[in-house]
């Protein structure tokens, strides 16, 4: 219940406001509607993935144009129009997106600039669009048989539609699908090495914003009943984006709160600023722009992240502790390779910068269910060549074989998919969201329910098994009194520890730790030292790079020394700590 409220109570809200005011205010609601779902799309798109567009409105043109070619020239109803537009746009949105979404940085918005430039003109230069005139005298909507030709019936239909797609898209971000999403802007290696394709979450991301701007433009045609390239110009595709600016980029609610505080406030000037002035002319998009200049300072992260706080008391959406999930189904889990055996094995690996030689044609074993530690000074080429075990890096020659596999030149993910799991020297999340779903992140790739599943609710037996795993991970590395709280708002050694119950809950069969008990008070590192003794008897084998000596030293059944790309020593601890070489590059006298 605690799902609808919010969203039953946004439409009862608008239905009254369209039974209770004139005709004038009814217009306006509508048109706030039509907005919010535009900007709903780019809370996905530009809030939750990192992706800013300043063309949506071309896509809204799209939907718009498809739906009155086929009212006016076929006599086509609803039946037809909704699902061709939306195909159009849909057809569209994957093209540009395979052209556009591998760019990054500020290629990517100047890419959507200059596509939204040209579908503007290319609406108002083909004759069959009815060129800069448009197209009018649309068909009016036809419901069984009944013809909504009014801006009440309409704006019925038009927040019905608002307070579903408001529905579908909180489903997905409470998803692994939302997960995935929301980790490609804050982590995207990190997401990648968990089984997350970036690209196609992007895809994913861009197509969504764009049908939720192809319904918009499908409604807007029925609305007006008349079409012409005006309404879909560059300029409103930045009056979209800055809705979701001052509403709450990362929040579902921003969108309505910014179509609704922009609209209005165009509103407002229009009608006071030429009494105030006793002239008319542009002085309204001046106010306009320092309005909003005044909004983004003193709401930063928008108005809905502002009110956050305020919502969360409310008891009906107050977050509460995970509890034990008793009846949770099992995720499938990995058989694990007998005991013994060479599991990892790096067969002279050469990595060479530009003027570097980083790893120089090192060969190394990892045998099942052992810990194996990978130590040296700064800049032995350790991180180098944990970066090109797990795929983050590409070798110059040699090979690496994991569980019988070449996996060398290939991708994190597709390495992550064999059984390796990993952690990072600098710790990466989504510091934002919970401990919780920073772990249940881990699990991504042990899931396989569709967008569309999770649009609809549908996910919700995986989505539990995904939760109890996490949930069995964070108590078995002691961190169940956090696992509600942001994973950023951890000291940097729980967050390691995080990290840790994260590569669990992905099921590995290695382990790659770089680093772990960097930055881990005494009692936290012998919680560690314990957890890992535990894993290795169950059989998780880990390979691990620490400089913590007397940590390590007690910790792993055989060492691997490094200095300047090269492997000086390999055995067990004592054999390690006698030999000379070692003392001499690393240990130093005292040892």
């Not at 109570?9 to 509607?33: D, F, P, R």
């Amino acid at each position: 219940m605690a799902r609808f409220l919010p969203i039953l109570t946004l439409l009862a809200a608008a239905l009254a406001l369209q039974a209770l005011s004139g005709e004038h205010a009814v217009s306006v609601l509508n048109y706030i509607g039509l907005y919010a779902l535009v900007a709903l799309g780019l809370v996905v798109l530009t809030g939750i993935t990192g992706q800013t567009s300043f063309g949506q409105a071309a896509f809204a043109g799209i939907a718009a144009y498809a739906t009155a070619v086929i009212a006016t020239q076929f006599g086509l109803g609803p039946l037809v129009t909704l699902p061709a537009a939306l195909l159009t746009t849909a057809v569209a949105a994957f093209l540009i997106a395979a052209i556009t979404l591998r760019l990054s940085g500020h290629y990517l918005p100047l890419s959507t600039i200059a596509w939204g430039i040209s579908l503007f003109y290319l609406f108002g230069n083909i004759e069959m669009l009815g060129g800069h005139t448009g197209i009018d005298h649309i068909p009016p909507l036809s419901l069984f048989g009944h013809e909504l030709t009014g801006g009440r019936e309409l704006g019925v239909i038009i927040w019905g539609l608002v307070a579903l797609a408001v529905w579908a898209v909180s489903n997905l971000l409470d998803s692994a699908q939302g997960r995935a999403l929301r980790a490609v802007k804050d982590a995207p290696l990190m997401a990648e090495t968990f089984g997350v394709d970036t690209v196609k979450e992007k895809r994913i991301a861009f197509v969504l914003a764009a049908l939720l701007a192809g319904l918009s433009g499908w409604l807007y045609a029925y609305l007006l009943r008349f079409v012409n390239p005006s309404p879909f110009s560059l300029s409103i595709g930045i009056e979209y984006l800055f809705m979701v600016v001052v509403g709450g980029a990362g929040y579902v609610w921003g969108a309505i709160i910014g179509a609704a505080l922009i609209t209005l406030a165009r509103e407002w000037l229009q009608d006071f600023l030429p009494v105030l002035l006793g002239t008319s002319g542009n002085f309204e998009t001046v106010v306009f722009g320092g309005l909003i200049i005044f909004l983004l300072h003193r709401a930063e992260g928008g108005v809905a992240e502002r009110l956050s706080g305020l919502v969360r008391r409310l008891p009906f959406l107050a977050p509460t502790d995970a509890g034990e999930e008793t009846d949770a189904p099992q995720l499938p889990v990995r058989p694990r390779p007998s005991a013994g055996g060479d599991l990892l094995v790096v067969d002279s690996a050469l990595k060479q910068f530009p003027g570097l030689v980083a790893v120089s044609s090192i060969s190394l074993k990892v045998r099942t269910g052992e810990i194996l530690g990978l130590i040296g000074p700064n800049g032995a080429g350790k991180s180098t060549l944990f970066n090109l075990i797990s795929g983050t890096l590409h070798l110059t020659s040699g090979t690496i074989t994991f569980d019988g596999q070449v996996i060398s030149g290939r991708t994190p993910r597709q390495i992550g998919d064999c059984g390796l799991a990993r952690t990072f020297q600098h710790v990466k999340m989504m510091p934002n969201r919970s401990v919780l779903e920073n772990v249940m992140l881990g699990a991504h790739r042990r899931a396989h329910v569709g967008v569309l599943a999770s649009c609809l609710h549908m996910e919700r037996r995986e989505e539990t098994a995904i939760r109890a795993e996490a949930i069995r991970q964070i108590r078995r590395v002691g961190l169940e009194d956090v696992m509600m709280q942001p994973a950023g708002s951890l000291p940097l050694g729980k967050q390691r520890i995080l990290e840790i119950a994260r590569a669990l809950a992905a099921d590995p069969i290695l382990l790659l730790l770089d680093e772990p008990a960097a930055g881990l008070r005494l009692p936290e590192k012998k919680l560690l030292y314990k957890l890992l003794r535990q894993l290795r008897a169950e059989g998780l084998t880990i390979l691990i790079v620490e400089h913590d000596m007397d940590f390590v030293m007690s910790l792993v059944d055989r060492l691997v020394v490094m200095s300047f790309g090269q492997l000086i020593c390999e055995g067990d601890p004592a054999k390690v700590q006698g030999d000379q070489r070692v003392v001499e590059a690393y240990l130093g006298d005292a040892a």
